[in-house]
């Protein structure tokens, strides 16, 4: 198991939250991943309940979150590369560039009525690329502002962030395409984008770039991170599990828009709700997470919140009233939460300096991997319905990441 020190541990308080955020440089690159994260939740909830909207098919619902999702599996190690070779800040200024570029053109696609499925699946497959590039750069750059010791707190402090924005993200988007529709919602997306780039105006300079030249050819880097990758038991464990919970439990996101209209039988503001339930969850289990003193055994909880979820999706699956979803959802959150934080802080800790920009690419490649289970569980649910697809998928991911989750339970006993 990667040696997560008790001390890096036992900072994971809230007087160390606090000792952070007074930090201004973290604090602004904080705020800006907030906003991103706020602009990227919007929009999945637009794409979606749009998708749905366009087509009536669930199955085109998942070639949607597939096109969206793709570019973070195909690009992944690349962009880790990007990471390590390249200045970070001037990467991410690029990215929520264009973030605001994207979410304008969206806006100006819709308000001209020329907003079609295959339209805004064009455009949405930059928001792709954008956040294939984003990951591995934020986290990394995270990883320069506070070190080794302190980088658990502030792994949770982002997934906080992360969660909120997946609290007002989604209910700003649902409320928007009920009360004023799809291009004042892709304006606000354009919005969130320009706040998080005034935010970080004057920051890259602090981040830094990589500490020296590698002068190894591209094929050989990559080769470099995966053998790395692969003979680190935990980093392996998790990048596996990462695999198994994006292809079979994940894609269920995807289908919470078919979900709420045609089993619940709401518009988009119940859809919203929804989703901001599942990061309201999330949320306190973050700061749950985060405000334990001590020892913290990072494996063990990762492990433990994976199997959990899907006896959780399982539950949601066989429910029909909205109100009883959403404490559903905020318990998944919960699980989600202890799977998220743990996921980067685990692969972070393991990687030495000059990979740790390459380990977080392949961590974003095995992330990436959803569109895969999204045409899965949207094939499955346009054959046997969505409540049943959710089902499969969910008993289907237990089963799977037994075997790779229960050694890094029983080893967080001993």
Known sequence: MSSVAPAAAARAAPHAF???LREVSFRRLWL???CVNGARWMDLVLLGWLAFQLTDSPFMVAVAAFARSAPMMLL???????ADRMHRGRVLVFTQSLGLATGLALAAVFAAGWGGFWPMVGLEVLFGVLWAIDFPARRTALYALVGPRRVATAVSLETVSMQVAKMIGPVLAGIGLARVGPAPCYVAVAVLYAIGLLVFIGLPARIGGPSGRDTASVVASLGAGFSYAWREPTVRAVLIITVLMNVLFFPYQHMLPVFAREVLRVGPEWLGALVAADGLGALLGALAIASRRGFLPHGRLF???VLVAPFLLLAFTSLRWPWACLPVLVVIGAAESGFA???????LLSAPEANRG???????????????GTLWIGFLATGIGVPAAMAINGLAALVAMLP?????VRRGRD
């Open 303 to 305: 492990a433990l919140s």
């Open 18 to 20: 606090a000792e952070i």
């Open 358 to 372: 390459r380990a977080m690419g392949i961590l974003s490649a095995c992330i990436g991997t959803q569109p895969a």
């Open 341 to 347: 934080a743990m996921q980067s802080t685990l692969v």
């Open 32 to 34: 800006s991943g907030l």
């Open 404 to 408: 790779v989750a229960w050694p890094l």
């Open 76 to 82: 992944g190690p690349f962009t880790g590369l990007v």
